[in-house]
């Protein structure tokens, strides 16, 4: 991984969604700093700029109010348990994600899960640079205005492909349970899991979620309680 090239994307994905990246969006340097000099450790690269481009920011941070949202660790309160990094957590749920600081992959380690604090840790992103751009889509998609999901049939991922850019590059969105997607010029992005062959877009105007609908002849359903003018 190159330095700096997940800032680029993760400025991309909050430009998409909220029209503007700033930098009080992002925590300053010396933050990123004293929680390494705390730890004893350099933080992963990939977690570094995540901090840099939306450390203070609340949506992306997953301080929004939104369920189902991943809650990440502000700089002062990263802890390393038992050998463990542990930078990540559900809003809803006990779940927990982590790095090792001894990974031979830093800095773009491995993440791993578990269910909840005392529960055995599984290798669940092959890079920690992945995991943070998706994770930073789908916050971005729950916190805009209008949003759609469906259920994709086999072949349906193509279609989406062929209407919306992988934030970053394919690659880039690969190595775990997810994908997310991006249309600047429309302010819509996508997110889409493996698991549950579920898409969630998002969209900042009405009218982008509908001319997506329109070409992409899904059967969106408005999602979540917020509003959308997609129907199937």
């Not at 920011?57 to 542990?86: C, K, N, Q, S």
Request: aromatic content about 10%.
């Amino acid at each position: 991984m190159e330095r700096g090239v997940i800032e680029e994307w993760l400025r991309d994905v909050m430009a998409t969604a909220y029209g503007e990246w700033t930098p009080e969006s992002g925590c300053a340097g010396a933050e990123i700093t004293t929680a390494e000099e705390r730890l004893g450790i350099g933080l992963p690269q990939a977690l570094r700029d995540y901090y840099t481009v939306a450390g203070r920011h609340a949506e992306l941070m997953g301080a929004g109010g939104y369920e189902h949202t991943f809650r990440l660790r502000a700089p002062e309160h990263l802890a390393v348990e038992d050998g463990w990094l542990i930078f990540c957590g559900e809003n809803r749920w006990p779940a927990q994600w982590s790095a090792r600081p001894d990974d031979v992959g830093w800095p773009d380690p491995r993440v791993h899960g578990r269910a909840g604090p005392g529960e055995r840790w599984f290798s669940e992103f092959r890079r920690l640079s992945a995991f943070l751009l998706n994770v930073a889509c789908k916050q971005a998609v729950m916190s805009l205005p209008y949003q759609a999901t469906c259920r994709l049939r086999k072949g349906q991922l193509e279609t989406v492909e062929s209407l919306l850019e992988y934030v970053g590059s394919r690659e880039a969105c690969r190595g775990g349970d997810w994908l997310s997607f991006i249309d600047r010029p429309a302010r819509i992005l996508a997110s889409y899991s493996h698991i549950t062959s579920t898409v969630r877009v998002g969209a900042a105007a009405p009218d982008a979620l509908a001319s997506f609908h329109e070409r992409s002849g899904l059967r969106l359903k408005a999602a979540g309680g917020r509003s959308a003018t997609a129907r199937p």
